[in-house]
């Protein structure tokens, strides 16, 4: 959010993923709401070097968690709008996905972002927990039982019963799953309405948990049950596409395969690696 620019209407701090967005559209809703604003004058009144507000608004530079320290006193903010905006500029600018994820967590509890973003919510918890993407996957298995002792047993990875029967709740309460009337649970079509960067750093933190169960694979999975493999080699840039885009027809033929299968005998992740190890873009 942030393409409209405010007059007198009180932006929402709320509706907002991303710092700079926010405050594009408060500073211009101050200034059309109070005689004698201007920039010049609220970094006075901060402390700030006169050209700061104006290079932060460009984008030319990075606002610090100390200047806006010193800014929001004088930004007519509450508590509880000053405390988001300090974790909505960590989510927007920290290079560290551990704070990120952090950010997104405290955000989570202010109950103005629970009415404003419930897709959000949503769509942050069932990525952050793999075993939620993967008891929704069970149910395409003709045998599975709507039982958090039945999954516990068949997950090939140890998740905590009390955990399991929550995750359960969660996919049916929110149409992951559905229960029907004889008590069969289907598996319908959802799509991922979430967008921004609350929906990346839970995408990340997904890909995070699943390398670490495939780097536990290479253990307790027995080798004919899995394919782990890489290879290192030098590519041009041009290379780097071509080999992008085999990585995603082969994605894309997987997923294909996957649709066609009516009955299911185990669920599988497929995560494709490729990345740097030298040179490309930093």
């Known amino acids: ?20 967005a926010f405050l594009k559209d408060w500073l211009a809703y101050l200034k059309a709401s109070q005689s004698g604003f201007s920039l010049r004058y609220l970094g006075r009144q901060a402390g700030l070097a ?23 006193p004088y930004m007519f903010l509450s508590a509880s709008e000053q405390s988001y905006l ?23 509890r202010f109950p103005r972002y629970q009415k404003n973003n419930p897709q959000d919510l949503k769509v942050f918890e069932y990525l952050t927990h793999w075993y939620y993407v993967a008891i929704r996957e069970m149910a395409l298995n003709a ?11 068949n997950l090939r990875f140890p998740v905590p019963l009390h955990e399991i029967k929550h995750a359960l709740e969660f996919l049916l309460a929110n149409g992951y799953l559905v229960q029907l009337p004889g008590g069969q649970v289907v598996h319908p079509e959802v799509s991922l309405n979430c967008s921004g960067e609350v929906y990346r750093v839970a995408l990340a933190k997904f890909h995070h948990e699943i390398f670490e169960l495939a780097a536990k694979s290479i253990e307790r999975t027995p080798s004919e049950e899995r394919n782990i493999q890489g290879h290192t080699c030098a590519l041009t840039a041009e290379g780097i596409l071509k080999a992008q885009a085999i990585v995603d027809e082969a994605i894309g033929k997987i997923l294909d395969l996957g649709r066609t299968q009516e009955k299911t005998d185990a669920v599988y992740h497929l995560e494709v690696a490729l990345f740097p190890l030298q040179g490309g873009k930093k």
């Not at 942030?2 to 710092?19: I, M, N, S, V, W």
């Not at 300090?86 to 989570?108: F, G, I, P, Q, Y």
């Open 1 to 20: 959010m942030g393409a409209k620019r405010f007059t007198k209407e009180r932006p929402d701090l709320f509706l907002y993923q991303d710092h700079l």
């Open 50 to 72: 006169s050209g700061y507000l104006p290079m932060v608004l460009s984008g030319k530079r990075l606002i610090t968690h100390k200047a806006l320290r010193k800014l929001m």
């Open 86 to 108: 300090e974790n909505l500029l960590s989510l927007s600018t920290s290079d560290s996905h551990e704070v990120k994820v952090d950010a997104v967590e405290r955000m989570r």
């Open 143 to 153: 045998e599975f039982k709507a039982d958090p002792v039945w999954i516990q047993e």
